[in-house]
């Protein structure tokens, strides 16, 4: 396998080298970058597979670079910032990122969640066999061969995480799932925080694939309980 590309960008020098350090001792190979300018194009030269990403940065801050990064690319984006507020943590994976880390950070910590992410990115993604690869739910329709979902025909953008909750919902419908079910299934670890997690990207999902978010035609909530998929 390849030795994984990963694109750090701080406007803090040390924070950059500190981390360079511990994932280099990992076996990654470490790109840094002090602002946002090129992220797009850093990416693409690299083959970069995982960025981590401050928030508060001169010219482009981290949520301006996410928005770039999602409008190409559907890697790994692990945000890191002094910012640790339950609302901004919300708000940074409202906007699409896959993990949210307060400074100052535990090193290894770090490192495990990079491991995690890259690990759901490269070897648990990948679609399930259901119905020959398509799930129909009269006008959505999920192609987990191509992992595409589509609307009335047209084509709907999920992030990785929104598409894989979307596809174990609606691989088995009607069966309802705990939020820690949800949790272990796609980050195959031990929930933390997982019912403010997964209430975030159920969020999400519904305002991407239902009609009427506030009230979701298949993605239903069971009260007490967690979440099923109704066709």
């Known amino acids: 396998m390849d030795t994984p590309h990963i694109l750090v960008v701080d406007d803090e020098k040390e924070i ?8 280099s001792q990992e076996g990654y190979i ?3 970058r002090y602002d946002a300018t090129n992220i797009l194009n850093d990416i693409r030269d690299y083959d970069i597979e995982l960025v981590i990403l401050d928030v508060m940065m001169p010219e482009i ?3 301006q670079a996410l928005e770039l990064i999602r409008s190409k690319y559907n890697i790994p984006v692990i945000f890191l910032s002094a910012k ?3 609302d901004d943590k919300v708000e940074g994976l409202m906007k699409g990122a896959d993990d949210y880390i307060g400074k100052p950070f535990n090193a290894k910590e ?9 690990r759901r990115f490269t070897v648990l993604n990948k679609p399930l066999e259901e119905n020959n690869g398509v799930i129909n739910a009269n006008d959505l329709i999920i192609d987990t061969n191509k992992k595409q979902v589509t609307i009335n025909g047209q084509l709907v953008r999920l992030t990785r995480i929104e598409y894989n909750i979307l596809v174990l919902l609606a691989s ?4 309802v799932y705990s939020t820690e079910d949800i949790f272990e299934t796609i980050w195959h670890e031990k929930p933390t925080n997982a019912n403010n997690t997964i209430m975030v990207h159920i ?6 694939v239902e009609r009427q978010p ?7 909530t069971v009260w007490g309980i967690g979440y099923k998929f109704t066709i």
């Not at 506030?214 to 239903?220: D, G, Q």
């Open 16 to 23: 950059c080298d500190l981390i360079e350090i511990y994932l």
């Open 30 to 32: 470490v790109h840094k």
């Open 61 to 63: 801050d981290g949520m």
């Open 84 to 86: 640790t507020s339950e």
């Open 110 to 118: 770090l490192v495990a969640r990079v491991k995690s992410q890259l």
């Open 172 to 175: 088995n419908p009607e069966k």
């Open 203 to 208: 969020r999400k999902l519904r305002e991407k």
């Open 214 to 220: 506030r009230t979701p035609r298949h993605i239903k």
